[in-house]
């Protein structure tokens, strides 16, 4: 366990949040950020079973204020933070004609605008460390969009850039920042889908199954890693196959 570094993980409920959390766990602290208490508390059972140290916390990424004043807590609590991972995320799908104001500014306030409140937040601690890993999970869909996603489609594209500038912007201080693209994976956001749209993506999957989200959690861990020391600015996709361009 290496009680210099320590993983903050936004989305850290459940998905892939959840098999991120736990996989960093093995290796150093991990501090949890999501509005679902129940999905915490389950994750940190979880975790603590195989000896990890977690500690969570009830929080809203998408409030600039409540990440600010909770980055000072965090540091005063638990130590700086040096892994930052940013995973949470939301669905309002519809088509774009009958989606209103309100779906389109929640999906962007907290898709993207809660990666920049995060980082915003939790930034400082690795610049005078001068060491640090961010990596944030966009999706295929900021690469292709998504018919019904014009939304969530926008919000994961605006990571991808938003990883890239903050790659070049950080590298000097050692600061690596990467996405991860997953593809179809298997979490409670995707269960709800029927069973037609699933057979639909599935035929698109050269692999011919749909991802876990422990298959996303390892690739996570790598570009934490020193293995990942010269990857930055990259976007990793994570999808069987289903897009090959």
Not at 97 to 108: H, P, Q
Not at 118 to 135: D, E, N, S, Y
Request: proline residues 3%.
């Amino acid at each position: 366990m290496n009680e210099e570094r320590r993983a903050l993980i936004t989305g850290g409920a459940a998905g892939i949040g959840r098999a991120i959390a736990m996989e960093l766990a093995r290796s150093y602290p991990v501090v949890l950020l999501d509005l679902n208490e129940e999905g915490l508390t389950e994750t940190k059972d979880l975790i603590e079973k195989e000896g990890g140290k977690v500690h969570c916390y009830k929080a809203d990424v998408s409030s600039f204020e409540e990440m600010t004043g909770l980055a000072s807590k965090v540091e005063k609590e638990e130590g700086p933070i040096t892994v930052i991972v940013n995973n949470a995320g939301i669905t309002r799908d519809t088509l774009f004609m009958r989606m209103d104001a309100a779906a389109w500014e929640l999906v962007l306030k907290v898709n993207l605008t809660g990666a920049f409140n995060v980082c915003k937040a939790f930034l400082r601690p690795m610049l005078k460390a001068r060491w640090g890993r961010i990596v944030n999970i966009s999706s295929v869909a900021g690469q292709t969009g998504n018919v019904g996603q014009a939304n969530y489609a926008a919000s994961k594209a605006g990571l991808i850039g938003f990883s890239k500038s903050l790659a070049r912007e950080l590298g000097a201080r050692d600061i690596t920042v990467n996405c991860i693209a997953p593809g179809f994976i298997q979490t409670p956001m995707t269960d709800v889908l029927s069973a037609d749209i699933k057979d639909a993506y599935l035929t698109q999957i050269p692999l011919k199954r749909f991802g876990t989200p422990e298959d996303v959690a390892k690739i996570v861990r790598f570009l934490c890693s020193d293995d990942a020391s010269y990857i930055t600015g990259q976007v990793i996709r994570v999808d069987g196959g289903m897009l090959t361009a």
